[in-house]
């Protein structure tokens, strides 16, 4: 038995110095009282199937827990809060597809903005191509991680989201999604 538990923290403590280990060592508690250990963080489970709510995260090479952003989970995917020139806050599903931010034309103009419709941007959705309007950010802000002077799509938001946070915004960031929480980490470059 002593033998187990010393070879324990010996993996235990090998993992958290591994170069693999980018995001850390997650730890969480199942509902029959096993204790589960991960780098990977798609593979801890729903909040729903856990003894408690709490996930806690060891080491890592990006920082720690407290600079993750929260997530909500969504149909659609992931959503996150961005405030608009510190203004208005809209919900953006987090989207590394998508090279454009977007936001529907009613919160860009609750945020004092000026949709334009010249020259039009063309978007190409599942649906094919159509017209967007665009309007001028000067500051989108996430979670403490502020993008500047985004020309932003001006377009209907998708079901339970105000629009997208698009690679325009996200490629000056090391982009983690973290599985427990969920939350975003934001890491400049």
Known sequence: MKTFIVSAIIFFLAALISPHSY???????????????????MEIPRQETLSTA???????????AEDNIPLERASA???VDAIINDAVTVRLIVDTG??????????????????KTEPAVIVTTAGGKVNA???????????GRPGHNLRVVAMDPIEGADGLLG?????????EIVGAGPSLKLTPH
């Open 23 to 41: 995001g850390g060592i997650y730890k969480w508690v199942d509902k029959r009282g096993v204790v589960h250990f991960t780098d990977e963080p």
């Open 54 to 64: 709490e996930v806690e995260l060891y080491g890592g090479r990006y920082g720690n």
């Open 77 to 79: 995917g992931y959503l």
């Open 98 to 115: 998508a090279t454009s931010t977007v936001i529907s034309p009613e919160r860009l103009i609750a945020a004092g903005l000026v949709v």
């Open 133 to 143: 309007g665009w309007a001028m950010v000067s500051k989108l802000d996430v979670g």
């Open 167 to 175: 690679m325009d915004f996200m490629s000056k960031y090391k982009v």
